[in-house]
């Protein structure tokens, strides 16, 4: 078989990752090789982010780089898949003549097909049809083969909680828990290659099973991954507040693999604009989630999603985000200012505020969590910590790098064989995005 190649950019979320993984999968089945160089492909390919203006804004400044290379050549295949995708469909064909071939969230396993289909005919074609159940149900991705010490798992996909500012549910379909012997049998398989750490996913991994007759709680997923030989740890992501239950909030305490780190994003302290944002929980709820989680879990670190001038904001729930965030004191924040979202009931709501109040607000909120961020690394100066070593560290020959419980990058001397093993690290300096160390005798 003649090779080709292509050249794939990602944006987004861990779905997004998971899905470009499959695609590279998917087109070394028909002959096509990844490359890092998009003017030396035969087929270049974006996988997109609808979830903010910015994402948008970005893949479509992308997007327009690859025209001048579809001028130099025309039998180049340019194709463009993930949320953007799904949401404009064949519009994007309309939009772009330069592009061949459009595919949707739930349309990935065609790629190869319509690839060809491109190449064979030069029609340009678009699958952003959404699947019935059963069928999306055949298709969960299973990701074995590659040599990684850390792997993502997808456990579900969609989303059935329509957050007033939120086009997952429109993008991304509604909510399916993937069966849950499928997901071990893959854990156990990826256990036996050498993955050391199994991160689940999916939109909103605490209500996993509760839609599917007979499956397993996420909770007693949870324990069956702990009890998985050769698996020293655990992570998932992205966790709904509303759905955090007492006993999720326990396995922080009992199962030993589970790292003490969980991303839980409040988008806003204020009950007015949680309400508005149909986000399900109050701020008293989510405060008596963090403090059962550090009652539980003394050690456990928490990150969080913010939300900056949602329609409606006051000063007043500014304020309250702000205290918010003094109170929880995260390890790091993802903040956004808000842009609205085709097909969400918050495109319609008021602002109170313009856009330079609201750039103005969040500088605060960012010079508030930095300090607070700093903090909270500088006293790990002097702790030692265990570390999954990942493998070679940018800081150049000899050095290692790894994540600590916490979701931390530690950079440390150390010779190759350790990746894959845990060890100790001394830390000995604090940076903003990373910690560095120094090996304890191993």
Same mark, same amino acid.
């Given at each position: 078989?003649?090779? %080709?190649s292509?050249?794939?950019? @990602?944006?987004?979320?861990?779905?997004?990752?998971?899905?470009?993984?499959?695609?590279v999968?998917?087109l070394?089945?028909?002959?096509?090789?990844?490359?890092?160089?998009?003017e030396?492909a035969?087929?270049?390919?974006?996988?997109?982010?609808?979830?903010? !203006?910015?994402?948008?804004?970005?893949a479509? *400044?992308?997007l327009?780089?690859?025209?001048? /290379? %579809?001028?130099?050549?025309?039998?180049?295949?340019?194709?463009?898949?993930?949320?953007?995708?799904?949401?404009?469909?064949?519009?994007?064909?309309?939009?772009?003549?330069?592009?061949?071939?459009?595919?949707?969230?739930?349309?990935?396993?065609?790629? &190869?097909?319509?690839?060809?289909?491109?190449a064979?005919?030069?029609?340009?074609?678009?699958? @952003?049809?959404?699947?019935?159940?059963?069928?999306?149900?055949?298709?969960? &991705?299973?990701?074995?083969?590659?040599?990684?010490?850390?792997?993502?798992?997808?456990?579900?996909?969609?989303?059935?909680?329509?957050?007033?500012?939120?086009?997952? &549910?429109?993008?991304?379909?509604?909510?399916?828990?993937?069966?849950?012997?499928?997901i071990?049998? =893959?854990?156990?398989?990826?256990?036996?290659?050498?993955?050391?750490?199994? @991160?689940?996913?999916?939109?909103?991994?605490?209500?996993?099973?509760?839609?599917?007759?007979g499956?397993?709680?996420?909770?007693?997923?949870?324990?069956?991954?702990?009890?998985?030989?050769?698996?020293?740890?655990?992570r998932?992501?992205?966790?709904?507040?509303? !759905?955090?239950?007492?006993?999720?909030?326990?396995?922080?305490?009992?199962?030993?693999?589970l790292?003490?780190?969980?991303?839980?994003?409040? +988008?806003?302290?204020?009950?007015?604009?949680? %309400?508005?944002?149909?986000?399900?929980?109050t701020?008293?709820?989510?405060?008596?989630?963090?403090?059962?989680? +550090?009652?539980?879990?003394?050690?456990?670190?928490?990150?969080?999603?913010i939300?900056?001038?949602?329609?409606?904001?006051?000063?007043?729930?500014?304020?309250?985000?702000?205290?918010?965030?003094?109170?929880?004191?995260?390890?790091?924040i993802?903040?956004?200012?808000?842009?609205?979202?085709?097909?969400? @009931?918050?495109?319609?709501?008021?602002?109170?505020?313009?856009?330079?109040?609201?750039?103005?607000?969040?500088?605060?909120?960012?010079? /508030?969590?930095?300090?607070?961020?700093?903090?909270?690394w500088?006293?790990?100066? *002097?702790?030692? +910590?265990?570390?999954?070593?990942?493998? =070679?560290?940018?800081?150049?020959?000899? +050095?290692?790098?790894?994540?600590?419980?916490?979701n931390?990058?530690?950079?440390? #001397?150390?010779?190759a064989?350790?990746?894959?093993?845990?060890? #100790?690290?001394?830390?000995?300096?604090?940076?903003?995005?990373? /910690?560095?160390g120094?090996?304890?005798?191993?």
């Amino acid at each position: 078989m003649h090779t %080709k190649s292509f050249y794939l950019e @990602t944006f987004g979320c861990q779905m997004n990752v998971v899905d470009s993984e499959r695609i590279v999968d998917l087109l070394a089945g028909i002959g096509y090789q990844q490359i890092e160089e998009a003017e030396q492909a035969d087929l270049v390919l974006l996988n997109t982010c609808a979830v903010r !203006d910015k994402a948008v804004r970005k893949a479509y *400044g992308h997007l327009g780089n690859f025209k001048p /290379l %579809k001028e130099r050549n025309p039998a180049l295949i340019v194709g463009m898949g993930g949320c953007i995708a799904q949401q404009e469909g064949k519009q994007l064909l309309q939009q772009f003549p330069y592009l061949d071939l459009v595919f949707g969230t739930h349309n990935v396993h065609r790629l &190869p097909e319509m690839v060809q289909q491109v190449a064979d005919s030069r029609v340009r074609c678009e699958e @952003t049809e959404f699947l019935d159940r059963e069928t999306r149900l055949q298709l969960f &991705p299973s990701r074995t083969g590659q040599e990684a010490f850390t792997r993502f798992v997808t456990i579900m996909q969609g989303c059935d909680n329509f957050c007033s500012y939120c086009v997952v &549910p429109y993008v991304r379909g509604r909510e399916i828990s993937r069966p849950s012997g499928e997901i071990l049998a =893959e854990i156990r398989e990826l256990a036996e290659q050498g993955v050391r750490e199994i @991160t689940l996913i999916g939109q909103n991994v605490n209500s996993y099973g509760t839609k599917e007759e007979g499956e397993l709680s996420f909770p007693e997923l949870l324990e069956k991954v702990n009890n998985i030989d050769g698996v020293d740890r655990i992570r998932f992501t992205t966790s709904h507040p509303k !759905d955090l239950s007492d006993e999720l909030i326990h396995c922080f305490g009992r199962l030993e693999k589970l790292c003490k780190h969980l991303h839980l994003p409040v +988008q806003c302290g204020s009950d007015n604009i949680l %309400k508005a944002m149909n986000r399900g929980y109050t701020r008293e709820r989510y405060l008596e989630i963090v403090c059962r989680l +550090q009652q539980v879990c003394p050690d456990i670190r928490l990150s969080t999603d913010i939300i900056v001038g949602f329609p409606g904001e006051t000063e007043d729930d500014f304020a309250e985000t702000m205290s918010l965030l003094e109170m929880v004191r995260y390890t790091e924040i993802y903040s956004f200012i808000y842009s609205p979202r085709r097909g969400t @009931t918050a495109a319609d709501m008021k602002d109170e505020f313009t856009a330079k109040v609201k750039q103005v607000h969040f500088n605060r909120m960012l010079e /508030l969590q930095q300090e607070i961020s700093r903090q909270l690394w500088e006293a790990d100066v *002097g702790t030692v +910590q265990e570390v999954l070593v990942e493998g =070679e560290s940018k800081l150049g020959e000899g +050095q290692l790098f790894g994540r600590s419980t916490w979701n931390r990058i530690v950079n440390f #001397s150390g010779p190759a064989e350790l990746a894959g093993r845990l060890v #100790s690290v001394n830390i000995t300096k604090a940076f903003r995005n990373s /910690l560095l160390g120094e090996l304890v005798e191993h």
